[in-house]
Every structure is written in structure tokens, then in C-alpha cells.
């Protein structure tokens, strides 16, 4: 399989706060895009399935937070379910996590090599890890020419 051609969305999930990435109608480019609030009545699925349909995505990317041992914790359990979810509002667009690991932790560095201060901080991070995630993935893809990640289904 070669490099798929098609938008992209990236998202690094959290009960608070939802960072979320998009790439250019090609999938070459990476763009930090919003932080959407989670809401624990679902809106934001509402938000996100409006993203992903408005740029036409083929896919979305959304960080899997393991334990740097590699064990899945309630976090991960936490954004396998936030998938799960996601893929009933798009059952057209392939939905998948990929480890995640670390990225919020580069997304700190690198705004702070920038020079933005940690309160400035708190509303980009989320999206900068969102576009890591969403790198890595495409890296991943263009590298060895298979699908990144582990393709969820629709469900509870």
C-alpha cells in the first residue's frame, strides 16, 4: 500500500480539555486547529464529527496514553471509549489509536522553547500534542506503507 492522499485529523484526548489537529486535503501538512472542552453530556463528539466532516477527513488519529512500560491504564481505557464513541458519529472515516507516549511532554518543550510561558501554554499544548500524534501516525504511513495504528470500531 502507498501514501493515502486525503485530510487528516489528530486528536490527544483528555477529560478536561481535547486537543485536535487537522492536515491539509492532501495529508501532508500538519496543523494544530482548536481545543475543544470535554463535556460529559457528548457535545464534544458534536464538535468533533463537525471537524472531521468539514474538512472531509479519511481519518482520525487519536493518541492511545500508555504507561511508558507500555501497559494501558484508565487513561487509555478512558480514549479507547472516546474512540469507540467518535466512530459511531463518522462510521465512514477510519478511526484509530497510536501510541501516544511522551508527546505531551514534547509539546511542553517545544512551546517553551518558543517562549511561550506556561499559562499561554495550557491552551496550545493540547493541540501541538494533537499534532504530534497526527506526525507520527503519517510518518508511520509513509514509511512502511501500512495503515498506522489499530483501527477501532464502532460501539460502547
Do not use: W
Amino acid at each position: 500500500m502507498s501514501f493515502r492522499t486525503g485530510a487528516r485529523v489528530g486528536i490527544d484526548f483528555g477529560f478536561a480539555r481535547i486537543g485536535v489537529a487537522v492536515t491539509d486535503p492532501h495529508g501532508s501538512v500538519v496543523i494544530p486547529k482548536c481545543t475543544v472542552r470535554f463535556s460529559r453530556y457528548g457535545t464534544h463528539l458534536d464538535e468533533i464529527a463537525d471537524i472531521i466532516e468539514d474538512i472531509s477527513a479519511i481519518e482520525v488519529v487519536i493518541g492511545l496514553p500508555r504507561h511508558l512500560s507500555g501497559a494501558e491504564g484508565a487513561s487509555a481505557k478512558a480514549a479507547r471509549k472516546f474512540a469507540r464513541e467518535l466512530a459511531v458519529f463518522v462510521p465512514e472515516v477510519r478511526i484509530c489509536v497510536v501510541d501516544e507516549r511522551l508527546t505531551s511532554n514534547q509539546a511542553h518543550s517545544d512551546l517553551a522553547t518558543m517562549g511561550i510561558d506556561n499559562r499561554a501554554r495550557r491552551n496550545k499544548v493540547d493541540q501541538l500534542a494533537a499534532a504530534i500524534i497526527l506526525e507520527q501516525a503519517l510518518d508511520v504511513e509513509k514509511n512502511t506503507g501500512k495503515l498506522p495504528g489499530e483501527t477501532i470500531r464502532p460501539g460502547r
